[in-house]
């Protein structure tokens, strides 16, 4: 009898680790499953803008960086925390859109997170509202917290209080102070903003931005659908295509003259970006009129991001 007390808490420490590593686990399996899914939630919500919104700022820091000859490794801290810093950009961008867009997205985006069943426009409505103060503190800790505040400003009023019927009149110069927020806060993340931050800043954000309308093209059925009028549907795709791949056939001329040539860099360097922001520019616009269906528009638009980050990138070797 003696050994019995024994026993019987060696039996209750032996259920209790068995019970409790059986509940850690659940609780341990259930928030793996739940990072996984915000995992997929994101990547599905951002992916389309992700190489226009994300990839363009984080190189411009970068070029900033080059420009007032950063160490290494607060070059580094600097992109980090420019990727972060835009990333809660596009999150809250994509969250508050796609709250709004469902039906939308059911036609033109179905593997978006809400019409794939991932979650409801509910729950993007909460992640939205729960990721605009963390933007905004991630605004205030790099000291760009009045291109944040600008930006939700730009948000709420396209998102949440503009009518669709007015969509082709609210949406462009909305874009535009979007572009300037992204190019003004990435370089103000490494010093403040002087003559040649704003001259590549305007230049390429006001350049960009005016064929952007084009992101409208692939999303012409749902915005009919909706209610939404886009310029395509007031004036058809061609008209918009034939802009897009004008401007964008034009801008290296533009770029090469306000940019990279009074950039002082050595004529090698200032030939290499001019001829890869010619290529990239001029192959997106030829895909804008030759490649004409929802999926190759998707594609024409992710390379017009990237060629956009690709000027920005110029600046790690003109500046």
Known sequence: MRNQPHALGHRARWFGELYGNRYGRRRGNALIAWVLLE???????????????????????????????????????????????????????DASNQAR????????????????????????????????????????????????????AVIVGLHLLSDPRFYFVVKPPAMQIGIICQTAAAWQLVAPLDRTGW????TTGIGYNIAMIFEDVRDMDGDRRIGRRTLPLLIGHWPVRIWFAVVLSGLPFALYILLFAPSGADVT??????????????????????????????????LYGLAFGATLGCGLVLL
Request: aromatic share 12%.
């Open 101 to 152: 867009g469902l039906e939308e997205d059911r036609i033109n985006k179905p593997y978006r997170p809400a019409p794939a069943g991932l979650t409801t426009t509910q729950g993007l409505r909460r992640r939205f509202w729960s990721a605009m103060p963390l933007y905004t503190l991630l605004g205030w800790a790099t000291g760009t917290l009045l291109w944040a505040l600008l930006w939700q």
């Open 199 to 202: 001259t590549w800043a305007l």
């Open 269 to 302: 360097a200032t030939a290499v970006c001019t001829l890869v922001v010619t290529a990239m520019n001029w192959t997106v616009a030829a895909r804008s009129l030759l490649r004409r269906n929802k999926r190759a528009d998707r594609a024409t638009y992710q």
């Open 39 to 93: 995992v997929r939630i994101t990547t599905r919500m951002m992916g389309d803008n992700f190489p226009a919104a994300v990839v363009p700022p984080a190189l411009f820091t970068g070029a900033a960086c080059v420009h007032y000859q950063t160490s290494g490794s607060t070059t580094l801290l600097r992109v980090a925390t420019s990727a972060l810093l835009f990333f809660a950009f596009l999150y809250v961008f």
